[in-house]
């Protein structure tokens, strides 16, 4: 069935357009075949060779007890986008701009495989790399200028990988991002009207309809959501109520572990394994009042490219619906 529809975001309140089933345009121009890098010129395959500064987190599997063991490991950035110190810069304004100087922390975690991207990895290599991420995040919260956290994951170079060897990276930064700023606002707003969290009757809805929902265990609910913003979007709530991702338990990281090996065997078996990024969206660390906020991972896959429409009008275009998406990875 046809289904061209503008779908609001309860969060956001941005509007996006689902137009699918309609008849696909050719395409003409031929992409490119990327080329894997070898092994053998990784840096990030062998620990002497990257010839880091400083190792910050190290974690083997379970009968690991040395170094050489390592299947997780953080390190800072070599190449960052902000400048690594604790010192608090001020907010400057000149006329009728305002700055402030990028200071930061970015920080790589690797994990030992060269090829075992997340669809490949079982439960307990998942469930380290969750561990590291919640490892470093508390450290993290304890600077004095750190206003937000975001821990993401690019998989591959159209999701902006520039090293083909799986790893995530973590950015500690002064400010609050856009992006999770219209969702904290959003959630907020939401809460002051019906003294409900926006995210909780969301999931709500979604488990009654069971139309987009793709996966769930116990703590952990995966679903297409209604407003997707890109095709095969894909998100990751838990059950219960709880605004910060810093502080799961080892329950909750078990069933984590097991959604997100779940969704990504899904993404890489029936989409063919496209490149993607996935990150972290949770209150801010130092934020007193966030109870409204509920946090989640995001999946969006990068399978088209932006057109005028969207770049022109912010709208974006989304030709495979939610409800497609679901029965699609479900299966």
Known sequence: MNKIEFRKDAVSGEWVLVS????????????????PLPKSKCPFDDAKRSKQEKVLLWMPKSGGKDFKDWWVQIFPNK???????SICPPLERRGIHEKKIGVGFQEVIVTRSHEKHFALMNREEINLVLEAYRSRFQALASEPCVDYILIIHNHGAKAGATVPHPHSQIFAIPIIPPDVKRSLDGSYKYFRAHRRCVHCDILKNELKEKERIIYQNKRFVV???YASRVIYETRIFPKFHEPRFEIIDQAQRKDLSDAMGFVFRKI?????????NFFIHTAPPKERHAEHYH???EILPR????????LGAGIDVVKISPEETAKLLRR
């Open 268 to 276: 890489f078996k029936k989409i063919k394994n496209p490149d993607y």
């Open 223 to 225: 679903l297409a959501p």
């Open 295 to 297: 946090w989640h991972v």
């Open 79 to 85: 190449y960052p986008v902000v400048a690594r110190s």
């Open 303 to 310: 399978v088209a490219t932006w057109g005028g429409l969207e």
């Open 20 to 35: 699918a089933g309609v008849q696909k345009k050719p395409v003409f121009f031929r992409r490119p075949v990327e080329k």
